[in-house]
Structures are given as structure tokens and as C-alpha cells.
């Protein structure tokens, strides 16, 4: 796209951090960034319906717009509204995927299927979005029938907090599971970006 040609960025709330630093250390004057509510991934059904609400809500503001989704549990739904629109999205199932990237997740995944993964949002807003969001908080009893089969809590960081880092690390031991960090920086979200956001010469 060229220098003066405006972008739009659909984004999930949990990627608002990421995305506002890479619009920033890039200079990408011409790309703007609107968010939808990470709480939609505890009700993944309603996302399609809150970005199409979205998308008529911006009309024809911008040249172009990129949907900073994945499926995230969707289950197809998302993409076939994006296909109807011809908006691309991020690539993966979930946010876990293209951070880690497709093998490195598949590895994680294939060395151990019982994984609870966060990332720097996730560890940051573990307690608002886990343990009140799954209710744990006023009927603990569910703790077994949510984690029953989970064995580890990976974190996935995109950034170098130590006070994220020992916030995972709580997270793994109010879970009672074993913990593991991977750095994964910005991973395919930062690649996506450049790619559609840079400015073509």
C-alpha cells in the first residue's frame, strides 16, 4: 500500500499493547487501531457478530482494513464473514499460535496436549479474565472440572517484565501446574503487520 493510503486495524483488546508499540516504533502515521473487548474470548461465538457490528460501524473511513484476529475459537464463523468482506486476518488458530509461530506451537503442543498457555496480557490480567472470568473466584469446586486434564502453564512472553514473569509464574501455582517460559517476542503478529502496514516504495 502506498505512503498516504489509510489502514485500519480490527484488533483484539488483548493485542492492543503489541500493536500500539509496533504502529509507534514503525512510524506508521497512516494506520490507525481500533479494539474490540478481550473479554469476547470467553464468549468466542459473539465475536463475529461485534466485528461486523464494527464493520458497519466504520463504513468506508479507510482504504483498507486488517482484522488483528485469529480464528479464536470461532470455529470458521470469523473467516467467513472476513471472506465476504475481503478483510484478511492474522494467521492460527489463536493468539498462542502466531506468537509462538505454527511449528514451535505445534511442538508445544505435541510435547504436552494438557497445556494452559498465557501471554503478557493474559499474565497481566490473569486473575480479571481467568479466575473471575471462569468464575473461580465465587465457586472454586470448578477449578477440577476447568483444569482436570491441564498439566502445565506455558507463558508465552512477548516482552522482558520480571514482574509478568513471576505473575505467570503465581498463575501456574494457583493453577497447581508445572510452569514453563518461552519467549516468543512479537512472532507473526509483528510479520503480518510489517507486511500489510509498511509502506510500499
Not at 470455529?75 to 471472506?83: I, Q, T
Not at 502466531?98 to 497481566?124: I, M, S, V
Request: aromatic share 10%.
Amino acid at each position: 500500500m502506498s505512503n498516504d493510503a489509510s489502514l485500519l486495524i480490527i484488533a483484539c483488546g488483548a493485542l492492543a499493547h503489541e500493536i500500539t508499540a509496533l504502529i509507534e516504533v514503525n512510524r506508521w502515521q497512516h494506520v490507525s487501531i481500533q479494539c474490540l473487548p478481550a473479554e469476547l474470548h470467553n464468549r468466542p461465538e459473539e465475536i463475529p457478530g461485534a466485528v461486523q457490528a464494527k464493520l458497519n460501524e466504520i463504513g468506508k473511513q479507510f482504504d483498507q482494513v486488517f482484522m488483528a484476529y485469529a480464528d479464536c475459537g470461532t470455529g470458521g464463523m470469523l473467516d467467513k464473514l472476513l471472506e465476504a468482506e475481503g478483510i484478511e486476518r492474522l494467521p492460527g488458530a489463536h493468539c498462542y499460535e502466531f506468537f509462538a509461530g505454527t511449528d514451535r506451537f505445534a511442538q508445544l503442543h505435541e510435547r504436552e496436549p494438557g497445556t494452559f498457555y498465557l501471554t503478557d496480557f493474559l499474565a497481566r490480567n490473569f486473575d480479571r479474565l481467568v479466575i473471575q472470568g471462569l468464575g473461580l473466584d465465587r465457586y472454586p469446586e470448578l477449578h477440577e472440572q476447568y483444569f482436570e486434564n491441564y498439566h502445565r502453564l506455558v507463558y508465552l512472553s512477548q516482552g522482558d517484565s520480571a514482574d509478568l514473569l513471576e505473575r505467570a509464574r503465581g498463575a501456574a501455582a494457583q493453577l497447581g501446574l508445572e510452569f514453563e517460559h518461552v519467549v516468543t517476542g512479537y512472532g507473526q503478529l509483528e510479520e503480518s503487520l510489517i507486511r500489510v502496514a509498511a509502506p510500499t516504495a
